[in-house]
Every structure is written in C-alpha cells, then in structure tokens.
C-alpha cells in the first residue's frame, strides 16, 4: 500500500510539546491497528546531537545501531513502541554534509549545485527512503511516517526543510500527506478569553511558504471554547472539527486519550483515506487504548510513594535525564507508588552535613546515572558508599557503575589512590580505564555507542543473580551503551574476590557490564556499564529500573519468590 505522511510543524513560541502530540497522535493509530514510524527534523547544523550539552539540548538519546539523536526520538519509542535508526533523525548539518560529499566526488556532473534543488532533493528522497524501514517487531513497513519538523515556523534555519516539504507533497499526492500545525492559544492577566491572532499569524506565515495545515492542534492551558475553534477555522482554512485542543493534563500519557476523544481518527482518516483500515461501511476503526488509559488514569494517584534520589551534574535541568526519569516513572508504575524524585547535585555532598546529605538519607533509593566530566565525581563515589554501608537500594549506570567499582577499590580493598583514568589520568591505582576500540582525538563519534550484548551468569556458589531474575533468567542481553571508559579487567580478581561480583561481561569476557553485591549482604547494590533507561517504556519497564524500585518498597523478595515459584510451576 502507498506510504502515508503525517507532518507536524509548530508556530509561535517553541517548547510547545511537538514531540509529545505527534507521538500521541501516533499512538493512536498504532492502537487501530495502524503501523506507525517517524522522523525527527532538526534545523541545526550538528551532524548529531552527540556532541552537544545536556544543559543546552537536554539528554542525548542513544538508538540501537549506536546513533546519538535528539530526546524527541526517545519519546517516539517509548509510546510508539519501535526502534529507530540514526537515519531517522535528519538535521541540517547531516543534509548539507551529504550533498558536500556528492560534490566532491563529483556525482552532480560539474553543475552549479544549489539548495534549491539539491538540498530539498536530498531531504526528499532522505524521507522517503528511511520511512521504508521497519522499525517494529513485524519487520514490515509501516504503513504510516510522522515527520516532525524541529523549531518554529519563520525560523530563517528551517526554510529549508519546509520548501522540501512543499515540494514533497506533489511528489508523493496530497491525498497521502497531512499537514498538522502546533499552536499556542494564550490567554492573557487571567481573564478567560483565549487569544486566537498568533495562531492566525502562524497559519499565514505556513500558507505563504506554499503549505497549508489540514488539522490545526492548539495549546492552551483549559480546554478550547466552541467559538475558538470556530474563529480559527474561520480565518485559517479549515473545518472546526479539524481544530484539535491539547490542554494542560496532569501528565502526558493523557495527551492520546484526549485527541481519541476529538474524533483524531476521522480527522486523520478523511484527509488520508486508509481504505485498507476501514470496515465494510467504510467506518473508521476504534482505537484500542484500553491498558493505556489504565496507566494514564492510575499514575501518580497510588495511595504511596517512594522517593529516589538522583545524584547527578545537570540537576537543574530535568531534560537532561529526561529517560532516567521516564524508566523510573515506568517502573513506580509497576510497584505501584507515586514517583517523588529528589535531585541531588553531587558536588553538594563533597561538603559533610550540607543539605544534599538531609535529602540523601531522607530518600528511599539511590540512583546514580551515566554522565561526563570531573565535577561531583567524588560526591558521587560518596553517595555510591552511602548506600553501601547503610543498605540503601543502589542502582549506577554507566559512570555510576564505574564509581561504586572505585569507592569499593578504596574502602574495602583499602587502595587509597583508587580512581578512573578519566578524572585522574596519572592515578596510581587505575580501577577505570581507557577503552581501546577508539580514537582518543576526536570529540563525536569516538564511544562505545549503541546496542552490544551482554552474557549473565549467576554468583559461583548457586546464588541466583538479581540482574539475570530481573532479565527473566535469560543468557545473554541486548542493551544501548555511550561510553569510553571501562571497568580495568586487571583489578577484576582482586574486587570479585573481595565479595563485588562482575555477572553481566561482554561476549569476549573482558569488559564488564553488569556489577552486584550478594542478597545476602545487601538488599539491592547494582550497576550496569550500559543504559538501561533508553530500552524503558511506559508499559514494559526497564528490568534495572524495575527491581531497584521493587527494592526501594521492599517488593524485592515477594517479587523474587513469585518469579522462582512461577517458574518451577512451568518447568513442572
């Protein structure tokens, strides 16, 4: 069947939630039925967001063939529940770098090459052609690609990406594509009125670049009154039923539930058709978002929390660990409770009785996740020894997994000068080392990065390895990693045999993945080199995630007991 578009633009202000209404919408067509991919636009001249600040983009998202893309991309596979490729994150400076390349090489037969048509071709056929992978478990393609189009309508740097898409909508008939438009509706000094000028001046500013929006998406902090939705359809060319209102909702698995109920389906289905999904009438299907709107309901109105303390370096930026958060909410989901998460600058707890250490020991878990750079390394370390000696349930990722390896060097083998090769290159006592498969001179590109496998095993007398129960008892794992430094495999022996067993390797045995503590001296002491939270979704959490918050409510136990009885029935 022909390949469906659905492009989301937004105009006024950005941060207007692009990522999540598109995800939604896609959502629900997966819940009729429907296979769903997408594609994230970026109109910056990063060639990938791997290089960039978590302070200044938030979190870099990590895709299974190792491409380090924007957060937005995380967002499409945790409610879409596909796998993307770097492919499916075009920016500016991935476009321009390729027609470069062509020149110079010579493919365009010495023509003057120009934006027009060689940028807009190559994001054309870029588009066309990666909308055809499969990206689900069918291993078919979708039947549907949502294009999200990064920044705001008017931006100077994504004049370019809407021009191809001006051009694309010939290309592919405009019976197959539908334009979407996000839009701010302000009101203003609490009065009621909701201002409907900048959503006109957006669609204006669309229409006269030669596109013009079949379905105009508002964002508003109540719900759009009737004679909103009338007034905006009257100047910008649509039906009031294709005026969709996505108002402030107490969180964002809400988002779908509430264009369900605006009739989404036949908004989308008159503009594109599907006669493939429709029944003998020719009636729209229903969407299936039963568990879904379970989970949407029941979030955070548990009658109990559990409050996790995340010790991390971009405290003040919730986006920067924007899956981190995600896994957790995914797995108190699981156990039950309501999420309260304390943020905890590490550096704060290098100075003894500060604040941070109050909210410390007031949490009932700690996390500490992946991250780069020295500063609050040795308040990481600190926390990871906290949790240690006081049997507080402790999950590490990634450098966090490194640290509890370094604190364990210095306070139970007693090696002092123990530290990673990254903070201190001249350390004596080297417990974190360098990786080989790099260069060490360039910035982008030089990790470990993307899905490796992981073999687990259980403790050498019988004791059963909380990670391989969490994983369902199985050999070996797919996970994403991002890192260049690893676990020494010369100090291996000497921390194994002072009770800090490494379960989880690499197929080759020599880097360590998977690092715990016997159940029998420590309810839950766990860090995995990989990044677990990048694999989480809303209603399969991420196992790591799942048992440290299993732990942290005192689950733990009845879960395992539950897991081992269910499987002795089955083997019976």
């Known amino acids: 069947s022909t390949m469906k578009y659905i492009v989301i633009t937004g105009g006024t202000v950005s941060g207007l939630g692009k990522g999540i209404t598109i995800s939604s919408i896609g959502r629900v067509l997966k819940s009729c039925g429907i296979r769903t991919t997408s594609i994230k636009i970026d109109p910056y001249l990063n060639v990938d967001a791997g290089t960039m600040s978590p302070f200044e983009h938030g979190e870099v998202f990590v895709l299974d063939d190792g491409g380090e893309s924007d957060l937005d991309l995380g967002n499409y596979e945790r409610f879409l529940d596909v796998n993307l490729t770097k492919e499916h994150n075009i920016t500016t400076g991935k476009m321009y770098k390729s027609v470069i390349d062509k020149e110079r090489r010579g493919d365009y037969l010495g023509k003057t090459v120009q934006v027009v048509p060689h940028i807009t071709n190559e994001i054309m056929d870029h588009i066309e052609r990666v909308a ?5 478990e069918t291993n078919k393609t979708a039947d549907v690609c949502l294009v999200e189009v990064g920044g705001t309508v008017g931006d100077i740097e994504s004049m370019v990406f809407l021009e191809a898409l001006r051009q694309f909508q010939f290309r592919v008939g405009r019976e197959n594509i539908c334009f979407i438009h996000l839009s701010l509706v302000p009101t203003l000094n609490n009065s009621e009125e909701q201002k409907t000028k900048p959503t006109q001046h957006g669609v204006k500013e ?12 508002c964002r508003a902090s109540l719900p759009l009154l009737q004679s909103t939705r009338e007034k905006i359809a009257s100047f910008c060319h649509v039906a009031s039923t294709k005026v969709l209102s996505v108002h402030d909702v107490e969180n964002t698995y809400h988002v779908p539930l509430i264009l369900r109920d605006q009739n989404l389906v036949q908004v989308i289905f008159d503009q594109l058709g599907f006669p493939e999904f429709r029944g003998p009438s020719d009636e729209c299907p229903v969407p299936n978002l039963e568990a879904w709107e379970r989970m949407a309901k029941s979030v955070d109105s548990f ?21 981190v958060l995600k896994a957790l909410n995914h797995a108190a989901y699981a156990v039950h409770r309501n999420l309260e998460l304390i943020y905890i600058d590490a550096s704060e707890l290098e100075q003894p009785g500060s604040k941070a250490w109050t909210q410390l020991k007031s949490a009932h878990a700690v996390l500490v996740p992946g991250g780069f750079g020295v500063r609050g390394v040795e308040g990481k370390i600190l926390a990871a020894q906290y949790a240690r000696e006081n049997k507080v349930p402790y999950l590490g990722i990634c450098l966090g997994m490194q640290l509890m390896v370094v604190e364990y060097a210095r306070h139970v083998l007693g090696q002092t000068q ?24 360039a910035m982008g590109g030089t990790m470990r990065v993307g899905s490796r496998p992981t073999s687990l095993s259980n403790f050498e007398d019988g004791e059963a390895s909380i990670a391989k129960l969490l994983y369902g008892n199985k050999d070996s794992i797919l996970e994403r990693h991002r890192h260049r430094y690893e676990v020494n495999p010369d100090i291996v022996t000497s921390i194994e045999e002072a009770g800090l067993k490494f379960l989880g390797k690499d197929e080759t045995g020599t880097r360590m993945e998977v690092a715990e503590l016997s159940r029998t001296v420590h309810p839950f002491y766990l860090g995995c080199q990989y990044h677990p ?40």
């Open 418 to 441: 123990a530290h990673s090769v990254e903070f201190d290159a001249e350390t004596k006592q080297p417990v974190v080392v360098f990786m080989p498969e790099v260069d060490k001179s």
């Open 132 to 136: 055809k992978v499969p990206v689900d």
């Open 303 to 323: 009658p109990s929390k559990v409050s996790i303390a995340l010790v991390g370096k971009y405290t003040g930026l919730q986006d920067s660990y924007l899956s």
């Open 206 to 217: 669309l229409r006269s670049l030669g596109l013009s929006p079949d379905v105009i998406v």
């Open 533 to 572: 939270e990048f694999k989480s979704h809303p209603l399969t959490p991420s196992p790591p995630f799942l048992g440290f918050l299993l732990a942290a409510t005192s689950q733990l136990d009845a879960w395992i007991d539950q897991t081992t009885s269910r499987k002795r029935q089955k083997h019976n």
